[in-house]
Structures are given as C-alpha cells and as structure tokens.
C-alpha cells in the first residue's frame, strides 16, 4: 500500500491509520479475511474523521457503504455529474468490500471448521492484489481530496495546549528518528521543527507515542 503510506506521509495527522496498513500487510499471505476486515476498518475509520472533521453527524448503525458516499459529501466538492459518478462508485465498491468481509471474514459471524478452513481459498492471488490497489486507492482518494479542499489552517490558528518541554521523551525519540537539520548557519531538532510547523500533527505523534509506552508497560 505504497501510495497511502505517501500520503500519510505527507500528511501527518492520518499517520494513526499507518496501523491498519501493517496490519493488512503482516497478513496479505497468511490470512486474506484479516487483510480485508483491517481494510474495511480503515476505509471506515477515515470516512468516519473526514465526517467528524466536518461536523457531520453519523449514525451509529449506518451502513458502510452509505458512510463513504457521506464522507465524500461532505468534503465539500461543488455538485456536478462527475462528482455524482465518483461517490456512487466509491460507495458501490464499499459495498462490495462489505459483504466480502461479512463473507470471508473470521470474526463477521460464527462460521464452522470447514467454513474457517475454507474462507481464504475463495480468492485468488490475483483478486487479492486487485482488491487492496482498489483499498490503497480510494483511501487516497479521500484523504487527498479532503486536504485539498479542506487546506489545513496555519499552525499559528491553532491553540497550543502542550509546550515542547513538556514531553521529553517523545521529543527524544522523535529526534533519534529524524534527527537534526542544518540550514547555513541555523540547526533544529526533528521535534522542534514538527511542533513549530505542524503543532497538530506533534500532538497527534506525541499521543501515540505515550498510548505504545502505556502499552508496553501493560504487557
């Protein structure tokens, strides 16, 4: 899924999805029905930020194909027939996606021996490569349409609620990851740079950091 791990990166406040991608990947030979359940999850969870973002209500049973056609709604494109034919198709294939979970899946519904045994061999290796291009290219698809006609405010609009010392930690990490960039005579820190240039986008690293320690520290 090489063109969705591009657009998280560069947009970095969907980088809590890259989870679904390890996932689907971990699992892309092993078994299929994780793959999809995962994919599913995805698309859904990004369908559901984009409507949360845009104060959308949704309705807690709404089904999953009608949920990516809200999404896409409220996105904000201007009506046109195009745009009409690009939310029927994506909400056609959410459906699709759907009754293949509900079908394969090992968790949609209490299934038996042979029904487990079986359910990975109902799809060839080909549909399967098919089928996550078709995932990687319609959550793409709505996260770059989103960024595009919903362009992110500038940092400065946004209220920071944490200072840069707050979390030495991350800070820490972030910058043994990334390190430190030198302009001329100016260097900063990974850390610095984030916070100071997309603060939501820190938050958003930083919480997911401490949830992995708090985790870890669980086990």
């Given at each position: 899924m090489e063109k969705l791990k591009k657009v998280i990166e560069q947009y970095g406040r969907?980088?809590?999805?890259?989870?679904?991608?390890?996932?689907i990947e971990a699992q892309?030979?092993?078994?299929?029905?994780?793959?999809?359940?995962?994919?599913?999850?995805?698309?859904?969870?990004?369908?559901?930020?984009?409507c949360s973002e845009k104060n959308v209500e949704v309705k807690k049973d709404e089904s999953f194909n009608k949920?990516?056609?809200?999404?896409?709604?409220?996105?904000?494109?201007?009506?046109?027939e195009y745009i009409?034919?690009?939310?029927?198709?994506?909400?056609?294939?959410?459906?699709?996606?759907?009754?293949?979970?509900?079908?394969?899946?090992?968790?949609?519904h209490g299934k038996t021996i042979d029904g487990l045994s079986?359910?990975?061999?109902i799809i060839n290796s080909?549909?399967?490569e098919f089928l996550i291009d078709t995932v990687d290219i319609i959550t793409c698809f709505l996260i770059?349409?989103?960024?595009?006609?919903?362009?992110?405010?500038?940092?400065?609009?946004?209220?920071?609620?944490?200072?840069?010392?707050d979390y030495e930690d991350f800070n820490n990490y972030w910058d043994e990851n990334y390190g430190e960039?030198?302009?001329?005579?100016?260097?900063?820190?990974?850390?610095?740079?984030?916070?100071?240039?997309d603060y939501p986008a820190y938050e958003t690293e930083c919480n997911a950091f401490i949830n992995k320690e708090v985790d870890k520290n669980n086990e």
């Open positions: 969907w980088n809590v999805y890259s989870m679904y991608i390890e996932r892309l030979d092993l078994d299929f029905s994780i793959c999809i359940e995962n994919a599913k999850s995805l698309i859904e969870g990004i369908a559901k930020q984009i949920l990516i056609k809200i999404a896409f709604d409220a996105i904000g494109h201007q009506p046109g009409n034919v690009i939310s029927g198709s994506l909400s056609a294939i959410a459906q699709q996606l759907g009754n293949l979970r509900t079908k394969i899946g090992a968790t949609a079986m359910r990975n061999e080909i549909s399967k770059r349409n989103f960024e595009n006609e919903n362009p992110r405010n500038t940092p400065i609009e946004y209220k920071k609620e944490i200072k840069l010392i960039f030198t302009m001329g005579d100016y260097s900063y820190q990974a850390s610095e740079i984030l916070y100071n240039v």
